[in-house]
Nanobody
């Protein structure tokens, strides 16, 4: 019913910025909470941020608070992740997925994973 496609990744220097997009098809985003997750080679997947269906509630991992901002445009069927002050430790493949709409203390993925987009932070 819902398909998600990530884009916007790339190679940036430390301190640089990127904006990731998670575009939906097959359904509107009005009924879905969406989260961003990332996974570096050899490491486990971790939650980065998530946002409620209305955009009224958000959650951020401690490691990205103050640097990343999640936003949602239901009309455009797109969730964004603005990434500023990037660090080498942010290097990973970033994925978006539907998340539990009832819990925001932790971003819990429920499915509808995208294919991922590579973010590399290096000088």
């Amino acid at each position: 019913q819902l398909q998600l496609v990530e884009s916007g990744g790339g190679l940036v220097q430390p301190g640089g910025s990127l904006r990731l997009s998670c575009a939906a098809s097959g359904s509107t985003l009005d009924y879905y909470a969406i989260g961003w997750f990332r996974q570096a080679p050899g490491k486990e997947r971790e939650a980065v941020s998530c946002i409620s269906s209305s955009g009224g509630r958000t959650n951020y991992a401690d490691s990205v608070k103050g640097r990343f901002t999640i936003s949602k445009d239901n009309a455009k069927k797109t969730v964004y992740l603005q990434m500023n002050s990037l660090k080498p430790e942010d290097t990973a493949v970033y994925y978006c997925a539907a998340t539990n709409p009832l819990v925001f203390s932790v971003c819990v993925p429920l499915g509808f994973w995208g294919q991922g987009t590579q973010v590399t932070v290096s000088s």
